[in-house]
């Protein structure tokens, strides 16, 4: 026993010992392990990350105002890059859509009268 603790100040630190061991048991045992991913969920990722940087392209979405004022718009969607862009057809009606909305927002701008 240290001679500068009493004996009661030893019971209080093994008492406050035991209580912080008690409190980090229940600490760890509130804990969960992080999931692990399946075997497939890590080959689906990765066949992801190669199909997005395969070529370096990716879908685009190009915005640019010309002489007369009106926006053009180019839209560029993959296919491959996501799950409901998988076929040629899904990557048409997706350009399709985007440029839709963004044509809402950037209407052309009425012809000019010729008089």
Do not use: C, W
Request: negative net charge; charged residues 35%; without cysteine.
């Amino acid at each position: 026993m240290n001679r500068d603790m009493s004996e009661g100040d030893v019971f209080r630190y093994q008492k406050e010992v035991r209580d912080l061991r008690a409190e980090l048991e229940v600490l760890r045992s509130n804990t969960e392990r992080p999931k692990r991913l399946t075997l497939s969920q890590i080959l689906e990722a990765h066949l992801d990350r190669m199909r997005a940087s395969a070529g370096g392209e990716h879908s685009t979405v190009k915005l640019t105002r010309n002489a007369k004022g009106d926006t053009q718009i180019e839209v560029s969607v993959r296919t491959g890059e996501h799950v409901e862009v998988a076929t040629v057809e899904d990557a048409a009606g997706k350009a399709r859509e985007i440029y839709d909305v963004l044509r809402s927002l950037y209407p052309l701008q009425p012809p000019a009268d010729a008089s």
